[in-house]
């Protein structure tokens, strides 16, 4: 059998990043073995961004290896521990504000600003042209341009491309978000204490504190605390109480090296609340999937661009823009967090699936010594890497740069995510290679920093350039 060997365009030295070499970031936790099979939490697992540092992907071999997962688990642990006490906590820099001190700036500043231009363009014309926004967003939109919060609402269908029912559409759903949280969000002792105003205030009786009182009798079996009814707001609220904790941990343990999302300020406490309220909201409107761990993931960085928007009123209205947009880009890849569709055609297997054929069809040498050399799973590292559409693998300015090309394929983010975590692979090949089992799951499991306008360029390059 003759191996497809790799391309030129490949080996391109124009995409070759510095060999610098910067130590991994601590890991929030451990990545321990469990020998239980997981629970519907324990699908995914969580780690810091890592740090905005650019390092050859395919440099050293020569790392140290550790004792790794045992081979017959799939579903990664999901982090019941705090991070170590030792562990410094690092900052991460605000990717739309802060700038990269390399020697690339000059090519790199000229080459946004002709996008930002392009890209302003064709946000001022009345009737937007989709096709040719979605081009120029998937080739990056610039940091400092404050247009992305608008790109990507118009990406996934939040803004429709006439500019002129922007106004009333905004109002309609804002509207509608505000009506879903005083339904959705609402207190059972709120909603007796109004049923005993509104009860004793037709009957003209009011106790001496000026408080409507209810006898037992009066009280109805849907209102009554120890409802079991269905329709009970009380049964239903200790029902959710679950789930809202489990939300509660989770977002609390969201980017915890960004000030934006944590810390003791007001502004994060309020962003921590807005991600709550928005997934308690989700958790409520699809009761088939409710919430699964690993959704805050996906919910930080559409919150994180839309708080940070230009226009005062995007602002002050990004929970329930956010809100949408995160029900529409679930939409698309939901079926990856419902544990039961796990076997179907549909399912995260069946998504795994596929990304091991497009590495198979594009570098057999590569995919053979991974699944029959090695015997490296593919479940084992790029079940989180489809599942949370990469937010754990890159820093974060580069997953907004990631997911610039995700929201702007016309095909969906599914096909041009699985195109990505393939290229991955392929950018690494060489210590791949040469490694064993342990040395690869090492590796994939804490993808190492790489040049993302090349990871992008070789996962484009998958599309129309299969190896021959």
């Given at each position: 059998?003759v191996?497809k ?10 995409w070759s990043a510095?060999?610098?070499t910067t130590?991994s970031p ?5 990545q321990s073995s469990p ?8 699908r995914i697992?969580?780690?810091p961004?890592?740090p905005s540092?650019v ?6 071999m020569n790392e140290p290896?550790?004792?790794l997962p045992?081979t017959?688990v799939?579903?990664p642990e999901?982090?019941?521990k ?9 900052e991460?820099k ?7 001190s390399?020697g690339n700036?000059?090519?790199?500043s000229?080459e ?7 890209l ?5 014309r009345?009737?937007i042209?989709?096709v040719?926004?979605?081009?120029l967003a ?6 400092g341009a ?10 996934l269908s939040y ?5 002129g029912?922007?106004s009333s559409e ?10 879903f949280?005083?339904d959705?969000?609402?207190n ?17 009786e ?7 009182l209810?006898s ?5 079996e849907?209102e009554h605390?120890l409802?079991?009814?269905k329709t009970?707001?009380w049964?239903?609220f ?5 789930i809202?904790e489990?939300?509660d941990?989770?977002v609390?343990?969201?980017?915890p090296?960004m000030?934006f999302?944590?810390g ?5 406490k309020?962003n921590?609340?807005a991600?709550?309220?928005?997934l308690?909201?989700?958790?409520k ?22 708080k940070n928007d230009p226009n005062?009123?995007?602002v ?5 823009d956010?809100?949408f947009?995160?029900v ?11 544990k039961?569709?796990?076997?179907s055609?549909?399912?995260?297997r069946?998504?795994?699936?596929k990304?091991?054929q497009?590495l198979k069809?594009?570098?057999?040498e590569l995919?053979?010594?991974l699944e029959?050399?090695?015997k490296v799973?593919?479940?084992f590292?790029?079940?989180?890497w489809i599942?949370?559409?990469l937010t754990?693998e ?5 997953i907004?740069?990631i997911?610039?090309t995700l929201?702007?394929d ?10 990505v975590c393939c290229?991955m ?7 791949l290679l ?6 690869n799951l090492k590796?994939?499991q ?6 993302i306008?090349?990871l ?6 998958l599309?129309s350039?299969?190896?021959?």
């Amino acid at each position: 059998m003759v191996n497809k060997r790799v391309p030129d365009w490949l080996n391109n030295s124009m995409w070759s990043a510095p060999t610098t070499t910067t130590p991994s970031p601590p890991k929030s936790q451990s990545q321990s073995s469990p020998s239980r099979s997981p629970s519907h939490a324990d699908r995914i697992d969580t780690y810091p961004s890592k740090p905005s540092s650019v390092t050859s992907s395919d440099s050293s071999m020569n790392e140290p290896r550790e004792t790794l997962p045992s081979t017959s688990v799939i579903r990664p642990e999901s982090p019941s521990k705090p991070a170590p006490a030792s562990a410094p906590r690092t900052e991460v820099k605000d990717p739309l504000t802060s700038s990269d001190s390399s020697g690339n700036d000059v090519s790199s500043s000229v080459e946004d600003d002709s996008r930002q231009a392009q890209l302003s363009q064709e946000l001022s014309r009345k009737i937007i042209n989709m096709v040719e926004l979605k081009r120029l967003a998937s080739l990056g939109i610039p940091d400092g341009a404050g247009i992305r919060s608008t790109v990507w609402k118009l990406l996934l269908s939040y803004l429709p491309s006439d500019k002129g029912l922007w106004s009333s559409e905004l109002a309609k759903k804002r509207s509608q978000y505000k009506h879903f949280k005083e339904d959705l969000l609402k207190n059972p002792s709120e909603v007796t204490r109004k049923l005993e105003e509104s009860t004793s205030s037709q009957n003209g009786e009011k106790t001496k504190e000026g408080k409507g009182l209810l006898s037992r009798s009066e009280i109805p079996e849907d209102e009554h605390p120890l409802s079991l009814g269905k329709t009970s707001v009380w049964n239903q609220f200790f029902q959710d109480t679950e789930i809202i904790e489990q939300i509660d941990r989770d977002v609390k343990r969201t980017h915890p090296d960004m000030h934006f999302f944590s810390g003791d300020t007001a502004s994060a406490k309020a962003n921590q609340d807005a991600l709550k309220n928005i997934l308690i909201v989700y958790a409520k409107l699809n009761p088939g999937i409710r919430y699964v761990q690993g959704m805050n993931e996906i919910l930080a960085p559409l919150f994180y661009v839309f708080k940070n928007d230009p226009n005062e009123d995007f602002v002050a209205n990004a929970e329930a823009d956010t809100f949408f947009c995160f029900v529409e880009l679930l939409s698309g890849v939901r079926d990856n967090f419902c544990k039961q569709l796990d076997n179907s055609v549909v399912g995260i297997r069946s998504t795994i699936s596929k990304m091991s054929q497009l590495l198979k069809d594009h570098d057999e040498e590569l995919w053979r010594h991974l699944e029959h050399t090695t015997k490296v799973n593919p479940q084992f590292y790029a079940f989180r890497w489809i599942t949370l559409l990469l937010t754990q693998e890159f820093n974060f300015a580069d997953i907004l740069h990631i997911w610039d090309t995700l929201l702007s394929d016309p095909e969906g983010p599914q096909e041009t995510l699985l195109r990505v975590c393939c290229a991955m692979l392929i950018l690494v090949r060489r210590r791949l290679l040469a490694g064993d089992f342990t040395a690869n799951l090492k590796l994939l499991q804490s993808y190492p920093s790489t040049n993302i306008s090349h990871l992008l360029y070789v996962a484009n390059k998958l599309r129309s350039h299969p190896l021959l």
